[in-house]
């Protein structure tokens, strides 16, 4: 399977190499800036490309790894390509790809940072196709990288990306209020973190509404009063503490 | 070392085990429910007790992990023993033991659950004492359980309290909140699992500000609106989502 990434990003990167791993042929990398395209090129023995009119136009599969609001641009430059092109978006609808004969969407579930090895069988795939037969085809594909595919609509994917937000990119601003007060303290972060892994790995086999702890779900007002008492010059974080607390509360009542 | 427990909570029962497997000799356990501290004290060879006058006075350690609102009965029941008597609490400062002959802290910073197994030894133990050869009792005691053993004063101890529910009980109520989203638009939470594993993962050997990532910090609006739209129903949830990423514009600004 010959295969072109248009994108040399954190998701296209890991994207390559894992279709490099499952044995396909990385053609060309494209990016708009030569440096990223060498490097994630000479990553997966690709060639790197920076103008849209050298890319190969025979490829079996494109795979579109830009920022969000470019996919709209790529796919104008990829029009008339016979090959399967998807794009790897959470955010974006299916029907951006519409102009092209054959595609879909291959998102995969997970933050993604160019440093950090990441086993991919194990990343979700979320796939979505026009029709069953480019359903299949990228099933197949799905299959090759990944353990976990899942077949996932349009409004079902932005839904899934909000909840993604929540639990990925607010946890993490809760970690970093949390070393924000250890740092007023003259605490090391290093205090939180194995209670931070626990906390994760808690609700792998369960339900997170079951294993919640915490004054707020205790009905603790004293303590929750201390806390906000300490929170007195930070009201940002109390307000926060607040609507989480709330939040508890409406959950457990 | 003879040991008395003092609670058959989720904190005593860890704390219970962890100096059991340290070659301590649990002598008794107590709790003002028979049926817990039975079960507690089967699981460690101890003697359960329900009434406070029937507690061996002559131990070396004793380890109060009761509720908060408690710890201060219990230490009026303990007053004149020669021992060392613990407390386990975040959120309780050292004095409340002031009246005992020989006291202090050992609070261990986790989230506990009775049926999940834990490595101890990499909790952070946070001991305090009202003077230093008390606090070098503590800490050979508590490096017996653990090899993170710290210092930390009451005053920080309840800054690290409060740090800990932002990092853990509010970091959860997040899992809940996008399993919401999850569940009404029929999937699974599943899908989730892996994407909180690595956003865990990633902060263990950097700090979270270094490595967010989403919408917010990206100053992408486009998305931002998406997903407030998308939570027309859920204003709670909206609050939410503007409040965190306020925060995060904040952090980033």
């Not at 990167?13 to 990223?36: C, D, E, F, I, Y």
């Not at 086993?119 to 480019?134: H, S, T, Y």
């Not at 369960?206 to 300490?230: I, Y």
Request: glycine share 6%; hydrophobic share 45%.
């Amino acid at each position: 399977m010959d295969v072109i990434c248009i994108g040399s990003g954190n998701v296209a990167t890991h994207m390559a190499q894992a279709l490099k791993a499952s044995g396909a042929n990385l053609l060309q990398v494209w990016s708009r800036n030569p440096t990223h395209a060498e490097s994630l090129a000479r990553l997966v023995g690709a060639q790197p490309v920076t103008d849209f009119n050298a890319i190969n136009r025979n490829a079996d599969l494109y795979v579109i790894a830009v920022k969000d609001d470019a996919i709209g641009m790529v796919a104008a430059e990829l029009k008339g390509i016979n090959g399967l092109i998807v794009h790897t978006s959470g955010a974006t609808a299916l029907s951006i790809l519409a102009s092209l004969q054959n595609h879909g969407v291959l998102y995969p579930l997970q933050t993604f940072s160019k440093d950090r090895e990441i086993d991919f069988r194990k990343i979700p795939l979320c796939i979505e196709a026009p029709d069953d037969v480019m359903l299949t085809r990228i099933e197949s594909i799905a299959s090759l990288l990944s353990d976990s595919v899942y077949h996932i609509n349009s409004n079902q994917r932005k839904s899934l990306h909000l909840a993604a937000v929540f639990a990925c990119n607010f946890v993490n601003q809760l970690y970093v209020l949390g070393n924000q007060i250890l740092e007023h303290n003259h605490l090391d972060f290093e205090l939180l973190r194995p209670l931070i892994m626990e906390t994760a790995m808690k609700i792998q086999h369960e339900l997170p509404v079951n294993v919640q702890t915490g004054p707020a779900v205790r009905g603790d007002r004293q303590t929750m009063d201390n806390h906000l008492q300490l929170l007195g010059a930070r009201p940002d974080l109390a307000e926060i503490y607040e609507t989480l607390s709330k939040s508890i509360k409406k959950t457990h009542s």
